[in-house]
């Protein structure tokens, strides 16, 4: 006869990649989410013969925090699971508490399983995580791509995040916990009234009689979730079409662009900005609408430090100057977190943008066969106020200018966001 506890564990094992990474990570805050979630996994752990490893990030902000953090280890040692502390001492009292907070935990933990070695870190998300986010999403008029919430796999830093409980609840962890007598911990932060999320969750609470429940959201998600997956295969079909990258610009025939649907329009132009300029959040809706205008009607436009040049029956996307006047590299060391600058080995020489001052040193910038303001934001090695080379710019002069190899197939990275 098959047991709660049993149902529970083929659940979330369904969930999580096979075979499993030889090093796992959890991360265990110690509430009943996450503390489930390290015992479900140490049980499949031990009978798939791979290597658990927990972590705890004490964000330093409650004055039990530390103590908490050491219930967790002992729990984990209990376990036989190797565990560590990871501190956060980076909050400087400004700004939004709970996305900086947020911010720290993934980057700590990025590191954590860099030192480690692990593959991929497994997180105590549940259906009523995936739930709230939803809510929250529906009151900021989300679309597709922010209804479909939290994925059950995604890469960040490096490393995979893993959310197999996503369509499990967190009551059904706790009566898992109290089943097996494990103790978790209550963070009073969860009654706070001042942080969103938390009045999702109290909003929820009385959603029930109408069928909005944490599992009916969570399976929205998931249903969003596949819409996502659909559309984004058809930006990066529409993207092979219509776009071309050419030495870290973007090329657009601006009548095929002109042809398709206005999501997919709107998610190439939130796909080029993420591409060229890097940034952790996506334009807002309203500045898309403004460069979707100017395609139209073949004006120029910048957005999220990229400009929009018209040329005939193109358009060039590319990087804006103003946003990179005052980066400086040294050669061979990245220049605008997207440039590998290297060449002759020059006393002095640094990596600066082109800019006015570099393109009139230039006699032969035409046969770059891009806009004058598109050459001016790439990449040049300065000797003082001499231009030694612009190898994107046609004066090679034995340098040579290349993107990563993770950042040169803009169709690739369509399907990573």
Not at 24 to 39: F, K, W
Not at 136 to 158: K, T
Not at 392 to 410: C, H, I, K, T, Y
Request: charged share 25%.
């Amino acid at each position: 006869m098959t047991s709660d506890a049993d149902t529970l564990r083929a659940e979330l094992r369904a969930r999580l990649p096979d075979p499993l990474p030889n090093r796992l990570g959890v991360a265990v805050s110690g509430g009943s989410d996450s503390t489930a979630l390290m015992r479900l996994l140490a049980d499949i752990a031990q009978q798939e013969q791979i290597e658990l490893f927990a972590a705890t990030v004490d964000h330093g902000l409650r004055s039990e925090s530390a103590s908490e953090a050491l219930t967790v280890a002992a729990l984990a040692q209990h376990w036989g699971i190797p565990h560590e502390t990871l501190k956060w001492q980076g909050w400087d009292r400004k700004g939004n508490l709970q996305d900086q907070a947020r911010r720290a935990r993934y980057r700590l933990l990025a590191e954590w399983a860099e030192t480690n070695a692990l593959q991929a870190i497994a997180l105590g998300h549940t259906a009523d995580d995936q739930a709230e986010t939803v809510l929250m999403r529906l009151g900021r008029a989300a679309g597709v791509s922010g209804l479909s919430a939290m994925s059950g796999m995604r890469a960040e830093g490096g490393i995979t995040l893993l959310r197999p409980l996503l369509a499990v609840t967190r009551s059904r962890l706790r009566d898992y916990l109290t089943a097996q007598s494990v103790f978790w911990i209550d963070d009073p932060s969860n009654q706070d009234q001042r942080f969103n999320r938390i009045k999702a969750r109290q909003a929820l609470s009385g959603l029930d009689q109408i069928g909005i429940t944490p599992q009916t959201l969570a399976r929205v998600a998931e249903n969003m979730g596949q819409a996502r997956e659909a559309l984004a295969q058809f930006t990066q079909e529409s993207a092979l079409r219509h776009l071309k990258a050419i030495d870290g610009d973007l090329c657009v025939d601006r009548d095929g662009f002109g042809t398709l649907p206005e999501e997919i329009r709107r998610r190439l132009v939130v796909a080029s900005v993420s591409w060229i300029a890097g940034g952790e959040y996506p334009p807002r809706h309203k500045a898309v609408d403004q460069v979707l205008d100017a395609l139209s009607s073949a004006q120029a436009v910048t957005l999220g430090g990229c400009i929009y040049l018209p040329d005939g029956k193109n358009m060039w996307i590319c990087r804006e100057l103003n946003a990179v006047s005052d980066e400086i590299a040294r050669p061979g060391m990245p220049w605008d977190r997207r440039w590998i600058v290297t060449g002759p080995n020059t006393e002095d020489a640094e990596i600066r943008a082109l800019g006015e001052d570099g393109i009139l040193q230039l006699e032969n910038w035409r046969s770059a066969g891009k806009p004058r303001a598109a050459l001016l934001s790439t990449p040049a090695v300065w000797t003082g106020d001499e231009v030694l080379a612009a190898p994107v710019a046609g004066f090679a002069n034995q340098w040579r200018a290349e993107m990563p190899l993770e950042r040169s197939d803009f169709a690739a990275v369509i399907l990573s966001h």
